[in-house]
């Protein structure tokens, strides 16, 4: 059974970084594509970056291209997101998923992690 636990979230100050992780309790990280989307206060989820199932192939939305790196460590069963050259427009929630039929618009996943905040200072 899958069950993701996303961590590293916390306060930075703009222009700093974070690792977030979000590790599948239920190993099967490398059966499943896995990513993350976003919700700041006040607006709609949107979507971060993926990770194709064996980790070869990435995608990321324009808004952190060239900041946010997405990667997978499927021996740890581990998804990372690096965020660099954080902004306030980066505080959100930021979640994992994975196993999406659909990412975006109208993302069709079947599993959520519980979500880890981010808040970046100016």
């Known amino acids: 059974q899958v069950q993701l636990v996303e961590s590293g979230g916390g306060w930075v100050q703009a222009g700093g970084s974070l690792r977030l992780s979000c590790v599948d309790s239920?190993?099967?990280?490398?059966?499943?594509?896995a990513g993350w989307f976003r919700q700041g206060p006040g607006k709609e989820r949107e979507f971060v970056g993926r990770i194709s199932w064996s980790g070869s192939r990435t995608w990321h939305a324009d808004s952190v291209k060239g900041r946010f790196t997405i990667s997978s460590d499927n021996a740890r069963n581990t998804v990372y997101l690096q965020m660099n050259n954080l902004g306030p427009e980066d505080t959100a929630v930021y979640y994992c998923?994975?196993?999406?039929?659909?990412?975006?618009?109208?993302?069709?996943?079947?599993?959520w992690g519980q979500g880890t905040q981010v808040t970046v200072s100016s």
């Open positions: 998923a994975a196993s999406c039929a659909r990412w975006w618009p109208n993302p069709e996943c079947n599993y």
């Open positions: 239920g190993r099967t990280f490398g059966t499943h594509n």
